[in-house]
């Protein structure tokens, strides 16, 4: 199986959850958006649908994807997960992450 470490739908405001992941015995971190949820932890159930191992469960909060200005924009946090740490989800997005809510 393929490992996409990020998924998201581009330009729509959606939840996203930070997980780390265990496959052919290394670990990944994952960071899954879906603007067709209403709380996180039904990502963390599709993940788990998707055939892959969750270690550990790292947070959560809202992203917009922008492709085409190679920007993804991260805030917020999820009330059940907590903040996903930001370091870790520029180690899966890089430089593409703006901390605000996009205007």
């Given at each position: 199986m393929k490992l996409e470490t990020f998924r998201a739908t581009p330009l729509i405001k959606q939840k996203?959850?930070?997980?780390?992941?265990?496959?052919?015995?290394?670990?990944?971190?994952?960071?899954?958006?879906?603007?067709?949820?209403?709380?996180?932890?039904?990502?963390?159930?599709?993940?788990?649908?998707?055939?892959?191992?969750?270690?550990?469960?790292?947070?959560?909060?809202?992203?917009?994807?922008?492709?085409?200005?190679?920007?993804?924009?991260?805030?917020?946090?999820?009330?059940?997960?907590?903040?996903?740490?930001?370091?870790?989800?520029?180690?899966?997005?890089?430089?593409?992450?703006?901390?605000?809510?996009?205007?």
């Open positions: 996203f959850v930070l997980v780390r992941v265990s496959q052919s015995n290394k670990e990944h971190l994952l960071l899954w958006g879906n603007p067709d949820i209403e709380w996180h932890m039904q990502i963390i159930e599709e993940i788990t649908n998707a055939g892959h191992e969750i270690k550990d469960i790292l947070g959560g909060g809202w992203l917009l994807s922008k492709p085409e200005d190679r920007v993804v924009y991260i805030w917020g946090k999820s009330d059940r997960l907590g903040l996903a740490p930001i370091e870790l989800v520029r180690e899966v997005l890089g430089d593409s992450v703006v901390e605000s809510e996009p205007e």
